[in-house]
């Protein structure tokens, strides 16, 4: 049982919702997209996501997308 910690501590880094004070590592901009690899994360923009997406598809360890709320947010208004 001693495997839990880890395994919860771990889900709990990758599943951290992003927020307003986190920004893309490119532009600055508002950050939906956060990479982790083995060196560490990087946060990403929509649009710096997608222009990174297939460089850093093989090396990432998680890759955690809150595009869909700037979907969200132009279907809302
Ligand atoms: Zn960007």
């Known amino acids: ?3 839990t910690a ?5 889900s709990v880094e990758a599943e951290t919702p ?3 004070g986190d920004h893309c590592d490119s532009c600055g901009a508002q ?3 956060r990479v982790t690899l083995p060196s560490g994360a990087l946060l990403f923009c929509a649009h710096h996501a997608d222009k990174h ?3 850093l598809a093989d090396t990432a360890l998680v890759w955690h997308d809150e595009t869909h709320r700037l979907r969200d947010v132009a ?3």
């Open 75 to 77: 279907d809302a208004s």
């Open 18 to 20: 992003l927020g307003f």
């Open 6 to 10: 880890a395994t919860i501590d771990s």
């Open 53 to 55: 997406r297939e460089s």
């Open 1 to 3: 049982m001693t495997q």
């Open 31 to 33: 950050a939906y997209v």
